[in-house]
T-cell receptor
Framework: GAGVSQSPRYKVAKRGQDVALRCDPI?????LFWYQQALGQGPEFLTY????????KSGLPSDRFFAERPEGSVSTLKIQRTQQEDSAVYLC???????????????FGPGTRLTVL | AQSVTQLDSQVPVFEEAPVELRCNYS??????LFWYVQYPNQGLQLLLK??????LVKGINGFEAEFNKSQTSFHLRKPSVHISDTAEYFC???????????FGPGTSLSVIP
């Protein structure tokens, strides 16, 4: 497809379950970002990849959150032992360039809405 | 560190009336500035961006924004709104082309027919 895709679009989990959220960036995009958007709030940064390297994970709220991008393309955000406060929309964005050059727009996917009961 | 303030959480406006959505930011370094729009159950779409140069930036769907460095503001305007403009609008800042984007809390624009 032409844009960033995310799956599943909706996920309901019982408290304590593990979940995995997938992001397919635009083909060839070097940079990949994950954001968390709680209800009624703006997105907040979670983590950033340049190819397969995770260069910034300062926004991950706890060690229950883990992200990977093993081949520098598809990325997975995993949340272990989900809690109710993890309920949010998780957005993925990709950008064509890495750490050099001018501005490169981040293209956002539709998000995965996670509800933890 | 950068931060973004959007003073108006909700803005109701009648169709074909003008609208201004306010945004103020704080940063100790030069930043890029953005406005994104989010329609219900959809991802974020870039409306416009300020990188450098002219302080008046024009974007898609008839929106424009003006960068004011002295007031650290980047207000979004549209001279005549349509029903289809009803959405959530986010102001955001970024330090570099590869850095994370810091979003404001959002302004919900409701266009009343």
């Amino acid at each position: 497809g032409a844009g960033v895709s995310q799956s599943p679009r909706y996920k309901v989990a019982k408290r304590g379950q593990d979940v995995a959220l997938r992001c397919d960036p635009i083909s060839g995009h070097v940079s990949l970002f994950w954001y968390q958007q709680a209800l009624g709030q703006g997105p907040e940064f979670l983590t950033y990849f340049q190819n397969e390297a995770q260069l910034d994970k300062s926004g991950l709220p706890s060690d229950r959150f883990f992200a990977e991008r093993p081949e520098g393309s598809v990325s997975t955000l995993k949340i272990q032992r989900t809690q109710q406060e993890d309920s949010a929309v998780y957005l993925c964005a990709s950008s064509p360039a890495g750490t050099s050059g001018g501005y490169n727009e981040q293209f956002f996917g539709p998000g995965t809405r996670l509800t933890v009961l | 560190a950068q931060s973004v303030t959007q003073l108006d959480s909700q803005v109701p406006v009648f169709e074909e009336a003008p609208v201004e959505l306010r945004c103020n930011y704080s940063s100790s370094v030069s930043v890029y500035l953005f406005w994104y729009v989010q329609y219900p159950n959809q991802g974020l779409q870039l409306l416009l961006k300020y990188l450098s140069g002219s302080t008046l930036v024009k974007g898609i769907n008839g929106f424009e924004a003006e960068f004011n460095k002295s007031q650290t503001s980047f207000h979004l305007r549209k001279p005549s709104v349509h029903i289809s403009d009803t959405a959530e609008y986010f102001c955001a800042v970024g330090k570099t082309s590869y850095d994370k984007v810091i979003f404001g809390p959002g302004t919900s624009l409701s266009v009343i027919p």
